[in-house]
């Protein structure tokens, strides 16, 4: 079954440092997304990016926060510089143009110290 | 906007009881209407979904009808198992739109 995958899957950084979450969608699938949940919280929607372009962003993902594809298989999420309400867990998810269901990766834990 | 609502946990049960996870949904249009489960340490996995009014999702003895008269998607499982504990999201995608909106989650305990 095709797959999600994410890295790092735990990455810990002090605060300012700039960081980088990769994420490898499923091949054919050409809508990206990202993902937070901060512990035991709910799950909140940062971006949304489809023809190369962020498609949707919310409040959250500010100009801290910026995505990219860098090639033809690997979506990226970096924060600039992290603060220590930026710990969380990260996930990239992916859909094809077919298809309303998003498939989600694993995740990236990050934590700021 | 969009959004969903769902029943506060956590949700404790023996095993073999009945489930049922309330959640109702805002939205315009006809939102495509989701469960995912997170289990201990995983990441999201669809459990269900539904496209369209009185479509009925299920998956591994689970269940949930799209309802667009109270707007609402709860989770059903007549018998639970103690490999069930998790929580579950419901959640809603927006035709021609492109993000999911998430309820808070809704953590399960089974118990032997």
């Known amino acids: 079954e095709p797959e999600v995958t994410q890295t790092p899957s735990h990455q810990v950084t002090q605060m300012g440092q700039e960081v980088i979450l990769r994420c490898v969608p499923i091949?054919?699938?050409?809508?990206f997304y990202w993902y937070r949940q901060i512990l035991g919280q709910k799950v909140e929607f940062l971006v949304s990016?489809?023809?190369?372009?962020?498609?949707?962003k919310s409040e959250i993902f500010d100009d801290q926060f910026s995505v990219e594809r860098p090639d033809g298989s690997n979506f990226t999420l970096k924060i600039r510089s992290t603060k220590l309400e930026d710990s969380a867990m990260y996930f990239c998810?992916?859909?094809?143009?077919?298809?309303?269901?998003?498939?989600f990766g694993a995740g990236s834990r990050l934590t700021v110290l | 906007g969009n959004s969903v609502t769902q029943m506060e946990g956590p949700v404790t049960l023996s095993e073999e009881a009945f489930l049922t996870i309330n959640c109702t949904y805002t939205?315009?249009?006809?939102?495509?209407l989701f469960w995912y489960v997170q289990y201990p340490g995983e990441g999201l996995q669809l459990l269900l979904k539904?496209?369209?009014?009185?479509d009925k999702g299920s998956n591994k003895g689970f269940e949930a009808t799209y309802r667009k008269e109270t707007t609402s998607f709860h989770l059903e499982k007549g018998s639970v198992q103690v490999s069930d504990s998790a929580v579950y999201f419901c959640?809603?995608?927006?035709?021609?739109?492109?993000?999911?909106?998430f309820g808070a989650g809704t953590r399960l305990t089974v118990k032997p």
């Open positions: 998810a992916s859909r094809d143009s077919g298809a309303n269901v998003l498939t």
């Open positions: 091949s054919n699938h050409l809508y």
């Open positions: 990016f489809y023809n190369n372009e962020i498609s949707e």
């Open positions: 939205a315009t249009g006809y939102p495509s």
């Open positions: 539904a496209t369209k009014a009185d």
């Open positions: 959640a809603l995608i927006r035709y021609n739109n492109n993000d999911m909106r």
